[in-house]
């Protein structure tokens, strides 16, 4: 069917106050020595232990910092279109990336256009088909679970997932290929409810996008160079089905 948008207790130690004898005054040297050592000996192991936190802690945010970032580049005849996949969203990163390894989106077509909305490709059907043929029922076979996040919006230049109608599909998976890029508009903050954030707010109002979609369609990237390209697709002339008249391919890969 037509993927549609609307669609001590740290064991404490005790310590007892002894009543040490008096030394000997043949053994005083001995005494102070092994004082003396003692001390050395402790303050070596206060340094040691310093250096293994400081270790440890560095260690820990080397990894942090490190984590890896899926990046990927959409090339067509209107520019190329760069960005990230979200980490926050593990299955369609996955997929995705697969995909995009396989060759699978190379040559397919922006097949519907929505000026002011989305941008969506991803249709295996629409590798070499012919002028004025209905796309956007095509994908690889599987579905893909939903994965929302209140975090991950609509906003211009989302990387989001095409998917079946509520009536068919009420889990709301995603489809296994069809993706679109979000467009929209700019909203007014007053309009939108109130589980958006403050920065979430401005996004809309500055940027724009398609809030009304939010936590019903997988958001699992963002477009971070090239949104006007997403500017110059939406304004290509399209027939009564949406699809452009004429034919805009891509080609995507994965970048450093």
């Known amino acids: 069917m037509h993927m549609s948008l609307f669609a001590g207790n740290v064991s404490r130690i005790q310590r007892k106050t002894m009543q040490v004898n008096p030394v000997p005054a043949k ?54 279109m760069k960005g990230f996949l979200y980490n926050e969203t593990p299955q369609h990163r996955d997929n995705f990336a697969k995909l995009i390894n396989e060759g699978f989106f190379n040559d397919l077509l922006f097949h519907r256009v929505i000026s002011g909305f989305m941008i969506q490709g991803g249709d295996p059907d629409s590798r070499n088909a ?19 996040n209140k975090n991950l919006i609509h906003k211009k230049g989302a990387l989001a997932a095409a998917r079946q109608a509520d009536q068919v599909n ?78 805009i391919k891509m080609t995507v890969k994965i970048i450093d």
């Open 170 to 247: 009420p889990e709301k998976a995603s489809s296994g290929s069809q993706f679109y890029i979000v467009q929209g508009q700019k909203s007014s903050a007053t309009k939108l409810g109130s589980s958006y954030t403050d920065d979430q707010k401005k996004i809309y109002e500055t940027i724009g996008g398609t809030p009304f979609l939010d936590m019903n369609y997988t958001v699992f990237g963002e477009i971070t160079d090239g949104l006007d390209v997403i500017d110059k697709i939406g304004a290509v002339q399209k027939d009564q089905g949406d699809r452009p008249v004429k034919d």
């Open 27 to 80: 053994f005083h040297n001995f005494a102070l020595f092994s004082t003396k050592k003692f001390k050395q000996m402790k303050k070596g192991w206060i340094f040691i232990l310093i250096g293994f936190m400081i270790f440890n802690i560095s260690a820990m945010s080397q990894k942090t910092s490190k984590e890896k970032v899926t990046k990927f580049v959409i090339h067509t005849d209107y520019g190329d």
């Open 130 to 148: 012919k002028p004025g043929i209905a796309l956007g029922s095509g994908g690889p076979g599987y579905t893909v679970p939903a994965e929302f």
